[in-house]
């Protein structure tokens, strides 16, 4: 058979497809960035992969049977999208809840046979009670400065802290600040009572909305000193303080959760390699345990699921990213930031090679634009990538000498700039660590404007020429 040339529509069709493979890889372009803000606002991939997330699983505390389906569930997920995908092992805390209930046998003013029962939620790494509990004085405070100043009265008691939750800090733009300076109560609380003699410790829930349902959260606790540690609902809290100035209360505590050794777990490591400098890394990530009470909808699953949402959005737009996107699903992010200690154990001293690493772990509120540690030089790099958000209302940019978040600090602290969603998180708090937080809170609309930010932002710097700069790291 002789040598014909090829028709001239084939030809053409072979032109075509270098063009598209071409078109494929485009670069740091705005036409990129609106692509992919577009496919985002229309995808229901992250709420699909949430309700999975939730409804199929549910909690997952780490070392539960849900958290080691998470991890299966993500894992398959993102092989699906044909992300290369690496579990990383990780030993983390196993905490399981047990038996929780109190009620005051005695105050001022108590008719016989009456008890006020409280509810309550024993808080991560508390100690037990024996089975039958504990009947022990409350001590109720409202500051550390009063348990320093009643110091001689905590040995042999329960100690209540009622600080609350200010919730018009939240409403205000400053929800996270507000959570800072409660929780302090929660994480430091129950270590200092126990150290001073407690026999118990209480915490007011932190959080908003007060339908007398208990915040879970870490106690801070360690294993010299585990006494039993819970947090008492906002109502409850209050009903102590009241009877508290009638004269002493007394209460019947009984909760039995137990500390089990270290159990295996795993980060779940997906990447989208990158076409020019695959070994140049940007993270984008959430956490993937969440606490017991509910399904972590808002906590984190919004976040994993929206980091998810990254690859299957450039993967139908047939994007290549420059630099290798790798999405993280943080495990343990709740009670001990042990996947996080265990990517900086292996990753650390290549944290050169990570140009920016994204978490969102504050909700699914609606998104106004961006925080990140970047340098002050660098501002003025983002401005493509604001004009892409701006139209869906996150075009803000909020510079930030460190952000500190959950899983990313210590990279934070190695030089690589840290990044997250700038939000409305004034109802978070509502739900956050309660039975609450569930699917039906979670507007699907505001997980789309996640997607958006993130998967912008993601190809952005995946992609971008510019020094985003190093974050000012301030150690203190
Ligand atoms: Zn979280």
């Known amino acids: ?37 577009d496919a985002a606002m229309r995808s229901d991939y992250a709420y699909e992969r949430l309700a999975d997330l ?61 008890s006020q029962k409280v509810v309550l939620t024993a808080l991560g790494g508390s100690g037990a009670t024996p089975a039958a509990g504990i009947t022990a004085e409350v001590l109720v405070l409202h500051g550390f400065d009063e348990l320093k ?22 409403d205000h733009g400053l929800a996270g600040p507000a959570y800072g300076q409660s929780v302090a109560y929660r994480v430091a609380g129950p270590r200092m009572a126990a150290e001073m003699g407690a026999v118990g410790a209480l915490v007011r829930a932190v959080g908003g909305a007060a339908y007398r349902i208990p915040h879970a959260g870490s106690s801070g606790l360690q294993d010299n000193a585990r006494i039993p540690a819970a947090a008492v609902t906002i109502e409850d809290a209050l009903l102590m303080t009241r009877l508290a100035k009638r004269g002493p209360i007394r209460m019947h505590l009984t909760l039995t959760p137990q500390s089990l050794p270290d159990a295996d777990s795993f980060n779940v490591i997906a990447d989208l390699p990158g076409t020019e400098k695959p070994d140049e890394v940007v993270i984008i990530s959430g956490h993937l345990d969440s606490w017991d009470l509910a399904t972590g909808a808002n906590d984190d699953g919004t976040g994993v699921t929206s980091a998810m949402a990254v690859i299957d959005i450039l ?48 909700g699914s509120g609606r998104p106004f634009g961006i925080r990140a540690s970047v340098g002050t030089q660098a501002v003025k790099y983002f401005a493509p990538l604001r004009a892409a958000l701006q139209p869906i209302g996150a075009g803000a940019f909020s510079r930030e000498d460190a952000l500190g978040t959950g899983d990313l600090s210590g990279l934070e602290l190695a030089g690589v700039p840290s990044f997250e969603p700038l939000m409305d998180s004034s109802t978070y708090f509502n739900y956050h660590h309660t039975p609450a937080d569930t699917l039906d809170k979670v507007d699907p609309d505001n997980l789309r404007r996640h997607v ?11 992609n971008t020429d510019e020094p985003i700069g190093r974050a000012n790291v301030v150690v203190k």
Not at 93 to 111: C, D, I, M, Q, T
Not at 452 to 461: E, G, I, R, Y
Request: aromatic share 6%.
């Open 315 to 362: 993967k139908k737009l047939d994007y290549r990213p420059r630099r290798t996107i790798r999405v993280i699903a943080w495990m343990n992010e709740e009670n001990g930031t042990r996947g996080a200690r265990a990517y900086l154990a292996t990753q650390g001293a290549h944290a050169e090679k990570h140009v920016a690493a994204f978490e969102s772990d504050n």
């Open 54 to 114: 939730t409804d199929l699983i549910g909690p997952r505390l780490s070392g539960s049977p849900g958290a080691a389906a998470a991890v299966t569930q993500v894992a398959d997920a993102m092989r699906k999208l044909g992300a290369k995908v690496t579990l990383q092992p990780v030993k983390v805390p196993h905490w399981v809840r047990g038996a929780e209930s109190a009620e005051l046998v005695g105050y001022a003013g108590k008719p016989a046979g009456v």
């Open 452 to 462: 958006a930010v993130m998967s912008t932002t993601a190809w952005f710097l995946a």
């Open 149 to 170: 100043a009643r110091a001689a009265e905590v040995k042999g008691r329960i100690v209540l802290f009622d600080v609350p939750f200010d919730q018009d800090m939240a």
């Open 1 to 37: 058979m002789t040598c014909r040339p090829l028709p001239l529509v084939t030809l053409i069709a072979s032109s075509l497809v270098s063009l598209s493979a071409v078109a494929a890889t485009p670069a740091n372009d705005p036409a990129a960035l609106v692509n992919i803000r």
